[in-house]
Every structure is written in C-alpha cells, then in structure tokens.
C-alpha cells in the first residue's frame, strides 16, 4: 500500500511499524505513531505531512496529531484515512 501511494502521489511515504496489542497496551502504538510524525516534521520541515492508515493503523494516523495533549503537535498536517 504505502508503494502505491508514493508511486501515485509522487511522495516519500514513511511506514511506521507501531507496535502490536495484546503484547503492547495502549498508549504504546499510539507513542509510536506520535514519535514517528515528530520524527518526519524535523526531518523535512518545509513539506506538507499526509497521515493515513490501514485498519487500526488509520485510527492511530487520525489520533497522533492530536496526542499527547501535553506536547505541541509538530505541525497540522492533512489527516486522510484509507480503510477497507
């Protein structure tokens, strides 16, 4: 999936391989997720951020620019979500 949408959208697509419940609870894939927006705003600040997801990684794409609410979000980026 994430091939196709950079190939598509002519874009550098990053992965983020959140980890997995049951052996991880929440907020754990969410810190990840957080982590990984946080990470990408810094390292190519002067182009837009795109976040969007498959199943529950959608949920978590849609969630991590708004968590946590004690931390400043890097920046607003376009929130899309594609579920199947």
């Given at each position: 999936m994430c091939r196709?949408?950079?190939?598509?959208?002519?874009s550098t697509v990053i992965c983020v391989g959140h980890?997995?419940?049951p052996e991880h609870r929440f907020p754990a894939p969410?810190?990840?997720c957080w982590d990984a927006l946080n990470w990408a705003a810094q390292e190519h600040?002067?182009?837009?951020?795109?976040?969007?997801?498959?199943?529950s990684g959608g949920n978590l794409a849609q969630s991590a620019p708004c968590a946590p609410?004690?931390?400043?979000a890097p920046r607003s980026?376009?929130?899309?979500?594609c579920t199947r």
């Open positions: 196709s949408l950079a190939n598509v959208a002519g980890r997995l419940a969410l810190d990840d600040p002067s182009v837009p951020l795109m976040v969007g997801g498959d199943s609410a004690t931390e400043a980026p376009c929130r899309c979500s």
